[in-house]
């Protein structure tokens, strides 16, 4: 699975709302890491959007969350 549909997937299923931002486990480097329970991956839905960014591996971008 490509690393934008595992985000995807991930916003998805943390019910975010528009216009509100959260903090989750990043599903790239959380996996591979100590700290397991850390959630680094800042996550904002924007309209149709998922904008994330993790604080940890620097993997950033947005996400279409509607088809």
Known sequence: ???REIIKESILSASIVN???RR????ICTPHRKKQKER???????????IYCCHHCDE????PLSE
């Open 60 to 63: 950033k971008g947005s996400v």
């Open 40 to 50: 680094t991956l800042a996550v904002k839905v924007d309209g149709d959007y998922g």
């Open 1 to 3: 699975m490509e690393v």
């Open 24 to 27: 989750i486990s990043c599903p």
């Open 19 to 21: 216009g509100q931002s």
